[in-house]
């Protein structure tokens, strides 16, 4: 198993930037799928961005050419660079670990972080 701890969240301007962090405490190197997800007021759940352990990179559509996930494994952090901020992006962000095979089955989840856009 692992925990994740995200960081970073807060209140910015439209068109602003903000970059989220998520620690792991445990080494991430060989973790499957490291992603972020987020969840606005009154809605479900969804994808944002996720990396692989091989270093392959997925985005939600919403997101493309704004938002950028990167994985330092000597940290055990996982990163979500967002540029370009809109309010529709405001939303509690979460960090999750999926692995399975070798280390472990699991789907963990950090305890979210809240992004706020607004003038």
């Known amino acids: 198993q692992v925990q994740l701890v995200e960081t970073g969240g807060g209140l910015v301007l439209p068109g602003g930037s903000l970059r989220l962090s998520c620690v792991a405490s445990?080494?991430?190197?060989?973790?499957?799928?490291m992603g972020w997800y987020r969840q606005p007021p009154g809605k479900q759940r969804e994808l944002v961005a996720s990396?692989?352990?091989?270093?392959?990179?997925n985005y939600a559509d919403s997101v493309k050419g704004r938002f950028t996930v990167s994985r330092d494994n000597a940290k055990n952090t996982v990163y979500l660079q967002m540029n370009s901020l809109q309010p529709e992006d405001a939303a509690v962000y979460y960090c999750?670990?999926?692995?399975w095979g070798p280390g472990g089955i699991y789907d963990t989840w950090g305890q979210g972080t809240q992004v706020t856009v607004s003038s």
């Open positions: 999750n670990a999926k692995n």
């Open positions: 445990k080494d991430i190197s060989r973790i499957k799928v």
């Open positions: 990396i692989t352990y091989a270093g392959k990179m």
